[in-house]
């Protein structure tokens, strides 16, 4: 079953919105500068590695790539997926990254609830 691209995207930006309201809220604004620069510096790794893999060159390392998706440019990768068409068919891969939005997803959910029934 194939995940749809808007429901992609909606799933990758939950973090995202969820960061926006935190700073809204709170004026705490790390994640809103964290999300969109790390979105970027994955997106440039991603393609760097896409040209390196045309050009049979040393690779970025899977584990690198979804470092970056760790620490927030789930948002980039799902990107570079998109339009480099790049670990956008490897199951294992695919696996990971899903799994790291889920956990991002599922922390932020923590984090509002705790904040929700503390308040």
């Known amino acids: 079953m194939k995940m749809s691209?808007?429901?992609?995207f909606s799933l990758v930006a939950l973090p995202?919105?969820?960061?926006v309201y935190m700073a809204l809220k709170s004026h705490q604004y790390i994640p809103v500068i964290v999300y969109p620069s790390v979105s970027l510096?994955?997106?440039?790794?991603y393609?760097?590695?896409?040209?390196?893999?045309?050009?049979g060159s040393w690779r970025i390392s899977e584990k690198m790539l979804h470092s970056f998706e760790v620490f927030g440019g789930a948002m980039g990768a799902l990107i570079a997926q998109q339009i480099l068409h790049h670990k956008?068919?490897?199951f294992s891969y695919q696996l990971v990254f899903w799994c790291i939005n889920i956990l991002?997803?599922?922390?932020?959910?923590?984090?509002f609830w705790v904040l929700h029934n503390h308040s």
């Open 5 to 8: 691209s808007m429901f992609k």
């Open 47 to 55: 393609a760097m590695d896409k040209k390196r893999a045309i050009n």
């Open 88 to 90: 956008n068919q490897k």
């Open 104 to 111: 991002h997803i599922a922390g932020w959910a923590i984090f």
């Open 16 to 19: 995202i919105a969820a960061s």
């Open 41 to 45: 510096l994955t997106y440039i790794a």
